[in-house]
């Protein structure tokens, strides 16, 4: 049973001498269709709280991510990146990942956060972000900060919703595909779709077989 988030991983590197962390996380990466995003969420030293009921985007209903998106934004700094299909079969995923999230660290530094100064929490166990930066930042990668860290979990939420909202307007758009529940997943209605009707600009053509 997965714990809820709390701030100990954020208040270590606090004590270490970060002065700012941002958490990042990722949605989208094993999609068919749609853009892969990077969420990223800034906290600064001396932060106690975080809004209640926070978890990994994954672990919460659709209602609860929608309840929770708007406090996250009020509770800290966020933004999101993306990374087109068009770009993802140029470039693969894992340089979309990064040129995700660094379009999401240029608007945190646009908003006044001074990313320079941070250092970065990303879920996973591969450092997929300084490849993309021509300035590096000190990178602590932990697999399931998302569940574990509440600046990934807020991360992860921005993208998330962010992410959903931007699949269900496509989905009007191409209304065969089932995007509006499956958000560009390999779900069996979308792929029944793309063998009888084929692909859209939005499909990352590289990846179907």
Known sequence: MPTDPTLE???????????LIIGIDEVGRGAMA????????????????FPAGLRDSKLVSEKKRLSLFPEVQAWAPTAVGEASAAEIDELGITACLGLAAR???ILLHEAGVPVGEATVLLDGS???????????LPVITRVKADQDCAVVSAASIVAKVTRDELMVNLDAQH???GWASNKGYGAAVHMEAIKTIGLTPYHRASWVK
């Open 126 to 136: 591969h450092d997929w972000l300084n490849p993309a930066l021509s300035s590096k």
């Open 103 to 105: 379009r999401a660290l």
């Open 9 to 19: 991983v954020e208040h270590e590197l606090f004590a270490s001498g970060a002065s």
């Open 175 to 177: 209304p065969d595909y």
């Open 34 to 49: 749609g853009p892969v995003m990077v969420g990223v969420c800034a906290v600064k030293q001396g932060v106690q709280d």
